[in-house]
């Protein structure tokens, strides 16, 4: 069983060969049992599940804790029921965290905050940074940005310093998600 690291936590990862509709059940039903840790109740935490739990699709959960609206998504695999995986895995290691007095409110919640149009943002830094929409491969996003900010730096004679942030403020996005 491989280890893998996904915004900081480790875990082992099992993929999964059958029963995909059952599985994104019972992680579905898991996130909500750990987010019940920090005081939260079902109608706090909402996790979509695809109706084809096989199909390649983000798995994502979002809920509403002390004013925040905190939000993990994750499609690092061709499978909804593995990506879903993935973010029970990430949001356990965290709340265990919170709870334990690991890690701050602050810090909780930093790992988590995103904007609500943060999809739409993700694809447009994705097309300024002349990478696919569904491009996962932080290399070639690395790659793509330093070209460019080489290119718009605000030094060089094509300079542009609105475009030189605009494209920092997405690769750091991009970044942030994949890693």
């Known amino acids: ?10 875990f082992n990862f099992n993929p999964i060969r059958d029963s995909y509709n059952r599985r994104a059940q019972q992680f579905k039903n898991e996130i909500i049992a750990i987010l019940r840790k920090i005081n939260l109740t ?3 935490v909402e996790v979509k599940l695809e109706a084809n739990c096989r199909i390649n699709a983000p798995g994502v959960a979002e809920w509403y804790y002390e004013g925040f609206r905190l939000y993990f998504s994750c499609k690092l695999y061709d499978k909804y029921a593995e990506n879903l995986y993935v973010v029970l ?7 265990n965290a919170f709870v334990n007095k690991e ?3 602050d810090e909780f919640t930093a790992k988590f905050s995103e904007e ?3 999809e739409k943002q993700r694809k447009e830094a994705r ?3 002349g990478v696919s929409d569904e491009c996962l491969d932080m290399n070639e996003i690395s790659k793509n940005y330093k070209e460019l900010a080489k290119k718009y730096h605000p030094d060089m004679p094509e300079g542009n310093l609105e475009m030189f942030k605009k494209i920092n403020n997405a690769h750091k996005m991009l970044k942030r998600e994949l890693e």
């Open 1 to 10: 069983m491989p280890r893998i690291k996904v915004k900081g936590a480790e």
């Open 42 to 44: 079902e109608d706090d």
């Open 89 to 95: 895995k990430v949001i356990e290691f965290y709340v």
């Open 103 to 105: 890690i701050s409110l």
């Open 116 to 118: 609500n149009d943060i």
């Open 127 to 129: 097309q300024l940074l």
